[in-house]
């Protein structure tokens, strides 16, 4: 079984519209994060968590939204949707067994939205 | 501002072809850096973690290495099934637990 799962994998919305995108984890992590993916621009950190209603900012926050009420979920809410957060999305979570803290990151299969 | 930057953006390879990615970085306090390894439509999937430089990690036909301004994967003879993105990420003292990715290397082999 996959150690994080996201939902819905696709999902096409109107511009206005509310849209919730879920991520759950089965490894215990206490770190999870949202990041979009774009072309040129790589992955980039929408909205961060470090624990249970525990959340912080990324680099592209604006617009966007998280709710995290236990350590399996996350979800990231789009109040409004707009053709600029048409992308891909992608759930990730991390412990902190690595040296110095860092964290090794594992990756959902990745949510696709369109918003027209 | 930290920055993460890769070169080639694309490269093409014959089967057999050795060839290295770059991974360049202007950050302070280096936590880590990180190669993911992206197949298309799937989710970024671990490949190594180095911490200081000097380190080496080898997988397979793959080998990271890293400096104080930059990383290499070197690729030794590659096989068609190693074409994908390969994403370079660090992780910074300043940032905590959070990761900063470059824009990826798409990388195609042929047979």
């Known amino acids: 079984d996959a150690g994080i799962t996201q939902s819905p994998r696709h999902k096409v919305t109107e511009t206005g519209t509310p849209v919730t995108l879920r991520c759950h984890q089965t490894?215990?992590?206490?770190?999870m994060y949202w990041y979009r993916q774009d072309p040129g621009h790589g992955l980039r950190l929408i909205h961060y968590?470090?624990?249970?209603?525990?959340?912080d900012k990324g680099e592209v926050s604006d617009g966007y939204s998280v709710s995290r009420s236990k350590t399996e979920d996350f979800l990231l809410t789009l109040e409004s949707a707009t053709s600029s957060q048409t992308s891909v999305y992608f759930c990730?979570?991390?412990?902190?067994?690595?040296?110095?803290?860092?964290?090794?990151?594992?990756f959902g299969a990745g949510s696709r939205l369109t918003v027209l | 501002e930290d920055q993460v930057t890769q070169s080639p953006e694309a490269l093409r390879l014959q089967e057999g072809e050795s060839s290295s990615l770059n991974c360049s970085y202007t950050?302070?306090?280096?936590?880590?850096l990180f190669w993911y390894r992206q197949d298309p439509g799937k989710g970024p999937e671990f490949l190594f973690t180095?911490?200081?430089a000097g380190e080496e990690k080898e997988k397979e036909r793959l080998k990271a290495t890293l400096t104080k301004k930059e990383s290499f994967l070197h690729i030794t003879a590659p096989k068609p099934e190693d074409s994908a993105t390969y994403l370079c990420?660090?992780?910074?003292?300043?940032?905590?637990?959070?990761?900063?990715f470059g824009a990826g290397t798409i990388l195609r082999v042929k047979s």
């Open positions: 990730a979570s991390g412990g902190t067994g690595g040296a110095g803290g860092a964290n090794v990151l594992t």
């Open positions: 490894e215990n992590h206490r770190y």
């Open positions: 968590s470090y624990g249970v209603k525990d959340t």
């Open positions: 950050v302070s306090g280096l936590r880590g």
């Open positions: 180095l911490y200081s």
């Open positions: 990420a660090v992780q910074t003292l300043e940032y905590g637990n959070k990761l900063v």
